[in-house]
């Protein structure tokens, strides 16, 4: 099998773009990944493109056809949904592709418009990714369902809502000079702490923004890149997948997400690593409490260990192993079907050395987790420097 190489990525600024459309998003990411890869269009096989409520929010089905004309692409073109792992997803299978000799080179990313549909509306689509006969005609939503995991952490393991606030901080330090993050605003763990309780114990900045945007990677064979003499020295070494039970009550665990584990465990496998050989990782943060459970998946930490390991500096900027130098999900912003390729994007930039926040990369391995719903649904994706 022949390795995979990012050519090139691409990013709009994230956040409210009430006078664009999914397709104009898409077009725009797409174009940037086109220029920064300098592969042709025409030699791009397929596009494999992450959505997960354009029905509701732009009442628009079928959209593989439709982003593969917004890409200027005449290819075969599949729309992949699994929540905010959509795009994950659809990484995944284009990774797959170049492998095994479909494909030389592929095009894959994803959007969401959301903001058009208000915080009520946003909420109301987001719920559908929960069970929806057992949980969301129960009145379950996000933010309450990620409440009940940090409870039961809590519970279980300890930790505190200081504890939570300092990942808030921190990921919003890491978005100040990330040009496409929409919130560019440090916080103070005190801002945190006094803002308005959303689902107790989650206050208002311990969320992810409801978020418009678009991501694309070009991916392409080693042999592709050589032939063409690309300067494409990131590539994607390990891919992984997790499933868990749907509803939260039909889980063995509320503190551990076992799916993201046995997606990261694949990975590593895959790429030939362990999880002591990342230097910084890119993980799913919906809520603070998601970036604690995707550190002891990805067996950063033992269970219980990492809760406080913002507040003790060891993922911060300076730490030994950063976490969501992009700002993550909570600052840099969350167009679900465009997230799972957007972490791919910024690690590319992050280990390439062009993204504003790469001097603090002490290596050259990283790592990507995505996942859906509660975690139902996971992705993890190695990457390294290979010149």
Same mark, same amino acid.
């Given at each position: 099998?022949t390795g995979v190489?990012?050519?090139g990525v691409g990013?709009?600024?994230?956040?409210?773009?009430?006078?664009?459309?999914?397709?104009d998003l898409f077009?725009?990411?797409?174009?940037?990944?086109?220029?920064?890869? !300098?592969?042709?269009?025409?030699?791009?096989?397929?596009?494999?493109?992450?959505?997960?409520?354009?029905?509701?929010?732009?009442?628009?089905?079928?959209?593989?056809?439709?982003?593969?004309?917004?890409?200027?692409?005449?290819?075969?073109?599949?729309?992949?949904?699994?929540?905010?792992?959509?795009?994950?997803?659809?990484?995944?299978?284009?990774?797959?592709?170049?492998?095994?000799?479909?494909?030389?080179?592929?095009?894959?990313?994803?959007?969401?418009?959301?903001?058009?549909?208000?915080?009520?509306?946003?909420?109301?689509?987001?719920?559908?990714?929960?069970?929806?006969?057992?949980?969301?005609?129960?009145?379950?939503?996000?933010?309450?369902?990620?409440?009940?995991?940090?409870?039961?952490?809590?519970?279980?393991?300890?930790?505190?809502?200081?504890?939570?606030?300092?990942?808030?901080?921190?990921?919003?330090?890491?978005?100040?000079?990330?040009?496409?993050?929409?919130?560019?605003?440090?916080?103070?763990?005190?801002?945190?702490?006094?803002?308005?309780?959303?689902?107790?114990?989650?206050?208002?900045?311990?969320?992810?923004?409801?978020?418009?945007?678009?991501?694309?990677?070009?991916?392409?064979?080693?042999?592709?890149?050589?032939?063409?003499?690309?300067?494409?020295?990131?590539?994607?070494?390990?891919?992984?997948?997790?499933?868990?039970?749907?509803?939260?009550?039909?889980?063995?665990?509320?503190?551990?997400?076992?799916?993201?584990?046995?997606?990261?465990?694949?990975?590593?496998?895959?790429?030939?690593? !362990?999880?002591?050989?990342?230097?910084?990782?890119?993980?799913?943060?919906?809520?603070?409490?998601?970036?604690?459970?995707?550190?002891?998946?990805?067996?950063?930490?033992?269970?219980?260990?990492?809760?406080?390991?913002?507040?003790?500096?060891?993922?911060?900027?300076?730490?030994?192993?950063?976490?969501?130098?992009?700002?993550?999900?909570?600052?840099?912003?969350?167009?679900?079907?465009?997230?799972?390729?957007?972490?791919?994007?910024?690690?590319?930039?992050?280990?390439?050395?062009?993204?504003?926040?790469?001097?603090?990369?002490?290596?050259?391995?990283?790592?990507?987790?995505?996942?859906?719903?509660?975690?139902?649904?996971?992705?993890?994706?190695?990457?390294?420097?290979?010149?």
């Open positions: 099998m190489r990012v050519a990013l709009t600024h994230f956040g409210q773009h009430p006078e664009r459309t999914g397709r077009a725009d990411a797409s174009e940037r990944a086109f220029a920064d890869a !300098g592969v042709p269009r025409e030699d791009v096989a397929q596009l494999n493109y992450g959505n997960f409520m354009g029905e509701i929010g732009e009442h628009q089905g079928h959209q593989g056809p439709l982003m593969a004309e917004a890409a200027g692409l005449n290819a075969p073109a599949t729309r992949y949904e699994s929540a905010c792992a959509s795009s994950g997803v659809a990484l995944r299978e284009a990774v797959k592709d170049v492998r095994n000799g479909e494909a030389d080179a592929v095009l894959v990313g994803g959007a969401e418009r959301m903001t058009n549909l208000g915080t009520a509306g946003t909420t109301e689509a987001l719920a559908i990714a929960a069970d929806d006969l057992y949980e969301v005609r129960a009145g379950m939503t996000f933010p309450a369902a990620y409440a009940l995991m940090a409870r039961a952490y809590f519970d279980r393991y300890g930790g505190s809502r200081e504890d939570l606030a300092a990942i808030a901080v921190k990921n919003h330090d890491n978005a100040l000079d990330n040009e496409f993050a929409q919130f560019q605003k440090a916080i103070t763990v005190e801002d945190a702490l006094d803002a308005p309780m959303i689902a107790d114990p989650l206050g208002l900045y311990d969320a992810c923004p409801i978020t418009d945007g678009a991501s694309a990677a070009v991916l392409v064979s080693d042999e592709y890149a050589e032939e063409h003499g690309l300067d494409a020295p990131v590539s994607i070494t390990g891919t992984g997948q997790g499933g868990d039970k749907m509803a939260l009550q039909d889980r063995r665990y509320l503190a551990r997400t076992p799916a993201a584990e046995r997606a990261a465990e694949e990975a590593y496998a895959d790429a030939g690593i !362990g999880p002591r050989d990342v230097a910084v990782a890119e993980v799913h943060d919906c809520f603070t409490i998601a970036e604690v459970l995707a550190l002891e998946a990805l067996d950063f930490y033992a269970p219980g260990e990492g809760v406080g390991a913002a507040a003790r500096g060891e993922t911060t900027r300076d730490g030994d192993r950063p976490v969501n130098l992009s700002g993550g999900l909570k600052a840099k912003g969350h167009p679900v079907g465009a997230t799972g390729t957007s972490q791919v994007v910024e690690m590319t930039r992050l280990l390439r050395g062009d993204h504003p926040n790469s001097d603090a990369v002490p290596g050259d391995v990283g790592v990507t987790h995505n996942a859906g719903g509660t975690v139902a649904s996971t992705t993890v994706h190695v990457l390294e420097v290979e010149e």
